[in-house]
């Protein structure tokens, strides 16, 4: 009865994603060091992640915001590497934040989550 259900895949799932992250993580550690660094230097800092899907791509959109300005990543599977921006103004940084994510959801990506940055 186990055998109706067994399938044998046509790939290996874990090669083919460990083939497109080679290198990933260190372009990703660069890329984003500015932007892991920023509550270390500023006090009263929020977090916020929006994870957004369409089709099969996954897409994050962060940012960080202090007292004296603010931070926003954006990790997009159609470009190379993560984007970064810094703001002297944090409003201006959540406005944009929140037009980013309003045209994301008018372009057909559907917001999976929106809190706190997941850990673990």
């Given at each position: 009865?186990?055998?109706?259900f067994?399938?044998?895949a046509?790939?290996?799932?874990?090669?083919?994603?460990?083939?497109?992250?080679?290198?990933?993580?260190?372009?990703?550690?660069?890329?984003l060091?500015?932007?892991?660094?920023?509550?270390?230097?500023?006090?009263?800092?929020?977090?916020?992640?929006?994870?957004?899907?369409?089709?099969?791509?996954?897409?994050?959109?962060?940012?960080?915001?202090?007292?004296?300005?603010?931070a926003?990543c954006?990790?997009?599977?159609?470009?190379?590497?993560?984007?970064?921006?810094?703001?002297?103004?944090?409003?201006?940084?959540?406005?944009?934040?929140?037009?980013?994510?309003?045209?994301?959801?008018?372009?057909?990506?559907?917001?999976?989550?929106d809190?706190?940055?997941?850990?673990?």
């Amino acid at each position: 009865m186990n055998e109706e259900f067994e399938l044998e895949a046509d790939f290996d799932f874990d090669e083919d994603l460990e083939k497109d992250l080679v290198g990933f993580d260190d372009d990703f550690d660069e890329e984003l060091a500015e932007f892991e660094d920023f509550d270390e230097e500023f006090e009263n800092v929020a977090l916020r992640t929006a994870v957004m899907q369409k089709d099969n791509m996954i897409a994050l959109l962060c940012i960080k915001t202090a007292t004296v300005g603010a931070a926003i990543c954006r990790v997009d599977p159609r470009e190379d590497r993560p984007a970064v921006q810094i703001y002297d103004d944090a409003l201006a940084a959540v406005e944009w934040f929140t037009k980013s994510l309003r045209t994301s959801r008018r372009n057909g990506w559907n917001v999976i989550y929106d809190g706190l940055p997941l850990k673990g």
